[in-house]
């Protein structure tokens, strides 16, 4: 449902689609505006666009090669907040 929602979101609002090439601060702005719309327009009855086929490259995760402070960072969080 949530992937769907995302889905017609991106449909809807096509500069989703790819990567948002500003500051953070400004894709934020973005990002909300379109989601403000988006429920604007769901409130109002307003019909989802077709769905597009799109196919969404995964985008392929760097492998750390030392993750032992990561793990040790890890621990302590989960001791500190957790026990």
Known sequence: ????MFGV???RFQSLRNTL???PRRCCKVIIATAVLHNYLKQHNCPD???????DPDVPMPV?????????????FTLQHFS
């Open 21 to 23: 090439r500003f500051e």
């Open 49 to 55: 666009p077709p769905m597009e086929e799109q196919n």
């Open 64 to 76: 750390a090669g030392n993750n032992q402070g990561g793990l040790a960072l890890r621990a302590a």
């Open 9 to 11: 979101w991106k449909n």
């Open 1 to 4: 449902m949530v992937e769907r």
